[in-house]
């Protein structure tokens, strides 16, 4: 989960209901569990709490949500790791798939005059919204468009990685991005299933189905002390099954031409597709 969407729902504090409905069409909310609730409120407060203060607490310290506020981005159930949020949808499969259609049909048409060779479909915060991805995907598939499926897997399973990817190869999928994720405040990464996107990219190749692609950082991944040892786990990376790379966005042209000269030289040879966002 990149943090995009999210900034831009914090500037639509303000806006309608109608208008924060925009961000998330198809009409998912978060609904509290207030059993498994231990008050903790990382959910609500910080960097990672909710970007549309739709989360509050009540008397008895137990989260509450605002339905009329929540948009449904998946950001305090990913945080949770109590389980104390869960995703539902306010409306039946049927409508919901349909409205995804329409909306990816909306986007796929307004991208049709730079005919993109893919479009690439974001997973839902630590995975809160796999359903959603392949949905999506499979709606730009329709559409004659390749699709890139981004797979996070910081605070996923071993099993539940192995259902979206059966999931994803039963619905036709060929491509997948493999990322880590962003870990959420006070996760225990040495405990989970996943530390490295290395790892998600190995068991992927490990079944042969798959496209593979992970990313890279010009300007350095922020949890690196240097730039060599970032280039060194991203050769770990392509080692591992990467079949191509693509950067995260960058705002100087010389720092990429660095960094392409740089892993050149430490053996990376797979493709490179420069993270542009055009303004």
Excluded at 15 to 31: D, I, L, N, Q, S
Excluded at 32 to 47: I, S
Excluded at 95 to 103: D, H, P, Q, S
Excluded at 109 to 118: M, N, R, T, V
Aim: with cysteine; net charge negative.
């Amino acid at each position: 989960c990149c943090p995009c969407c999210c900034i831009a729902l914090r500037i639509a504090r303000n806006a309608t209901e109608k208008e924060r409905h925009r961000f998330h069409p198809a009409g998912w909310t978060a609904v509290p569990d207030r059993t498994k609730c231990v008050g903790c409120k990382k959910c609500a407060e910080g960097h990672n709490g909710c970007p549309v203060e739709a989360i509050s607490f009540g008397e008895d310290g137990k989260v509450r949500i605002n339905q009329e506020k929540c948009v449904g981005c998946g950001r305090c159930i990913a945080i949770c790791l109590r389980d104390a949020i869960v995703n539902t949808s306010d409306e039946s499969a049927v409508v919901l798939n349909r409205k995804i259609a329409e909306y990816t049909k909306a986007v796929v048409d307004g991208l049709s005059e730079i005919q993109p060779a893919y479009i690439s479909v974001t997973y839902g915060a630590a995975g809160s919204t796999p359903g959603h991805t392949l949905a999506i995907a499979e709606a730009v598939a329709k559409e004659g468009v390749t699709p890139l499926c981004h797979l996070t897997c910081v605070q996923s399973t071993k099993e539940h990685v192995t259902r979206v990817l059966a999931d994803m190869k039963a619905a036709g999928m060929e491509n997948v991005l493999a990322l880590r994720g962003d870990l959420p405040q006070g996760f225990d990464l040495a405990s989970a299933d996943y530390r490295y996107a290395s790892e998600l990219i190995a068991e992927i190749r490990e079944r042969g189905d798959f496209c593979i692609g992970g990313a890279c950082y010009p300007e350095i991944h922020p949890e690196s002390e240097n730039q060599k040892e970032d280039i060194k786990f991203l050769k770990e990376k392509v080692d591992a099954g990467c079949d191509f790379l693509t950067t995260q966005m960058f705002f100087d042209n010389n720092l990429l031409y660095n960094f392409l000269y740089k892993i050149s030289e430490a053996g990376i040879k797979v493709p490179i597709i420069q993270g542009c966002w055009p303004l």
